[in-house]
């Protein structure tokens, strides 16, 4: 079969490498990136270091509000799915890329299949829960990774294609583990203690765009008693710059980093302090207890079995969660068992 895959910011390159692994053993693979992420912090390193093949394509739409971005994308991806006529359109996850690659596929009747499906927060003020919503209700086939992803499925009337396949992120973090074991070196670079420095990440608009809540939160995580690395995300930096603020001490913002190297620094941190989805996930592989700065998750569970906290922007709340003991042994099964990538391919091929 003839496969286009949708790839364009930094979480779906991640996603997309085992799975696009597992797919060119049995079919043809067209990769299609967006250009949504452009940096080579934020796009080619990953695909250098996971050997993600080049793609085929790159639509170089760069950066816009939602609307033009979108459009942009979902102008060049028509006109390329009418040239190649694939047999079905792969998009990851929730994000702007995601929504043109199944709306283009859509109005074209060609069939989508949606990776990350199911995930909900329900708050529609974010916008990825716009883009997973609309993309599950066009896609055929939707690959959850979680049980509460085929709940919230089946809670919307959609019961037919859906399929627990458990999370590529395993897939990927499992692969690529021993390699940031053996490669790594950023630990050694920042002259960083194992389990005695603190991860954030922050990206989110909701903490981004609000000067006086990034504030608040910067300012938070420098008061706490340990150094606090800060991988920066553009949008974070662009925030940072133009509300004129200032790092205080045990702040330490760093450029992004590769993912040998963010895998590294996860799973050696104390605590885990972010706003993205995918680092609450591996935050919860790695058993290292992760401190959500957002006021819900699309990944109940980690809450639910005591691995998560969600504080928003509350100093009191996060300062509080920072010093809550470990919870005892190590997290429960909930992303499955690493084979997602392979099963995704397997129920493609049985249609
Ligand atoms: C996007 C996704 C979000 C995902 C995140 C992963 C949407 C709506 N949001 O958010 O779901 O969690 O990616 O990181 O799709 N920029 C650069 N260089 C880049 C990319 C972006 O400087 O390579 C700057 C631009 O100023 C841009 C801003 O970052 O306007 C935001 O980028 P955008 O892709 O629109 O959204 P993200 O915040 O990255
Ligand atoms: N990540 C990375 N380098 C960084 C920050 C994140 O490699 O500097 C990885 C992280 O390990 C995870 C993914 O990027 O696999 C998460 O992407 P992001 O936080 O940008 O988006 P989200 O998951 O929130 O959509």
Redesign the pocket.
């Known amino acids: 079969m003839k496969i286009i895959t949708i790839v364009g910011?930094?979480?779906q390159f991640?996603k997309a490498a085992p799975v696009s692994r597992a797919l060119r053993q049995q079919h043809h693979e067209i990769l299609v990136h967006t250009g949504q992420h452009y940096d080579a912090?934020?796009s080619d390193?990953?695909f250098d270091e996971l050997e993600i093949p080049h793609p085929d394509y790159n639509l170089a739409v760069g950066s816009a509000s939602h609307g033009a971005q979108t459009g942009a994308m979902l102008a060049r991806l028509e006109e390329l799915f009418l040239s190649e006529q694939p047999d079905i359109v792969l998009v990851y996850?929730?994000?702007n890329s995601t929504l043109a690659g199944a709306l283009a596929a859509a109005k074209l009747n060609l069939p989508v299949a949606h990776v990350e499906a199911g995930l909900r927060s329900f708050n529609r003020r974010m916008p990825?829960e716009i883009n997973r919503l609309l993309t599950d209700h066009v896609a055929q086939w939707l690959f959850c990774p979680t049980q509460t992803a085929m709940s919230n499925l089946r809670a919307e009337g959609i019961t037919k294609g859906i399929s627990l396949v458990g999370d590529v992120?395993v897939d990927?973090?499992k692969y690529n583990l021993q390699l940031a074991q053996r490669h790594s070196t950023i630990l050694q670079q920042l002259g960083l203690v194992m389990d005695n420095y603190y991860l954030a990440?922050i990206?989110?608009p909701v903490n981004t765009d609000e000067p006086t809540r990034l504030a608040i939160l910067l300012n938070t995580l420098g008061k706490l008693d340990a150094p606090v690395i800060l991988?920066?995300?553009p949008r974070t930096a662009q925030a940072i710059e133009t509300a004129h603020l200032s790092m205080t001490n045990s702040l330490r913002l760093i450029?992004?980093?590769?993912?040998l190297?963010?895998?590294t620094l996860?799973a050696n941190a104390c605590r885990i302090l972010?706003?993205?989805?995918?680092?609450?996930?591996?935050a919860y592989l790695f058993g290292v207890p992760c401190i959500t700065l957002r006021e819900e998750t699309e990944w109940v569970e980690t809450v639910n079995n005591g691995w998560n906290q969600l504080v928003g922007a509350d100093p009191t709340a996060l300062q509080e969660a920072v010093h809550q003991p470990r919870p005892v042994g190590t997290p429960p099964i909930i992303f499955g068992d690493g084979t997602a990538s392979q099963q995704i391919v397997n129920i493609l091929r049985d249609g």
Do not use: C, N
């Not at 450029?255 to 993912?259: E, K, S």
């Not at 972010?274 to 591996?282: A, H, I, M, P, W």
């Open positions: 910011a930094r979480p991640i912090l934020m390193i990953f996850g929730d994000t990825e992120m990927a973090l990440t990206h989110r991988p920066i995300h450029p992004p980093v590769g993912y190297d963010m895998l996860e972010t706003d993205s989805g995918g680092v609450q996930k591996e």
